[in-house]
């Protein structure tokens, strides 16, 4: 069984940082989409980026995020990350990593994202 394991959540001020982390158990080499997700109170859970490739990663943002945020993934230590930048209080939600490997999608168990003055 793939297992992923965030990190990296907590509070932050309105224009702040944090970086969230996802180690997987598996490998994440070829064909794998990394990806992390994030679903606020009483909203459907939404698709904030995603990352895969084979050789070049390509990556893709929800539009409210974009030029915001930032993921990347390291196949070699089994990691992805989430680097967010200028932080709003629409960013407040619990983000989980997701892996799509072999036509099966795994997820980790979420970490909250609170940003609030």
């Known amino acids: 069984q793939v297992q992923l394991v965030e990190s990296g959540g907590g509070l932050a001020r309105p224009g702040g940082s944090l970086r969230l982390s996802c180690k997987v158990s598996?490998?994440?080499?070829?064909?794998?989409?990394m990806a992390w997700y994030r679903q606020a109170p009483g909203k459907e859970r939404e698709l904030v980026a995603s990352?895969?490739?084979?050789?070049?990663?390509?990556?893709s943002y929800v539009e409210s995020v974009r030029g915001r945020f930032t993921i990347s993934r390291d196949t070699a230590k089994q990691t992805a990350s989430l680097q967010m930048n200028s932080l709003k209080p629409d960013d407040t939600a619990v983000y989980y990593c997701?892996?799509?490997?072999?036509?099966?999608?795994?997820w980790g168990q979420g970490t909250q994202v609170t940003v609030s003055s």
């Open positions: 997701a892996l799509n490997k072999g036509g099966q999608t795994f």
């Open positions: 598996s490998s994440i080499r070829d064909n794998t989409v």
């Open positions: 990352i895969a490739g084979i050789g070049i990663d390509f990556a």
